[in-house]
């Protein structure tokens, strides 16, 4: 079994920058991609990153892309999501899920606000 609790989120001003933590319990972390998505208000939800069991593969979505990196520590069972250069559009609520492919388990979110 598998729990995801997310943190670091908060109000940020453009052009800020927060990182996320998502913290997981249970011994199959490393054996697991690990994904951050995000959900605006009336918006689907979207993938934001993700990446793969050792670090070596990593996939971001164009919107994100040279402002936010996602990296995982497999010792803490800790994945992280480093964003900078906050935009306006980058408010929502931020979820960590896993597996990569086809997510099953999936965070509480965190709520991230950007201010002009």
């Known amino acids: 079994q598998v729990q995801l609790v997310e943190s670091g989120g908060g109000l940020v001003q453009a052009g800020g920058s927060l990182r996320l933590s998502c913290g997981a319990s249970?011994?199959?972390?490393?054996?697991?991609?690990m994904c951050w998505y995000r959900q605006a208000p009336g918006k689907q939800r979207e993938l934001v990153a993700r990446?793969?069991?050792?670090?070596?593969?990593?996939d971001y979505a164009d919107s994100v892309k040279g402002r936010f990196t996602i990296s995982r520590d497999n010792a803490k069972n800790t994945v992280y999501l480093q964003m900078n250069s906050l935009k306006l559009e980058d408010t929502a609520v931020y979820y960590c899920?896993?597996?990569?492919?086809?997510?099953?388990?999936w965070g509480q979110g965190t709520q991230v606000s950007v201010s002009s």
């Open positions: 899920a896993a597996p990569w492919a086809q997510p099953r388990y």
């Open positions: 249970g011994s199959m972390f490393s054996r697991m991609g």
């Open positions: 990446i793969s069991t050792s670090g070596s593969n990593i």
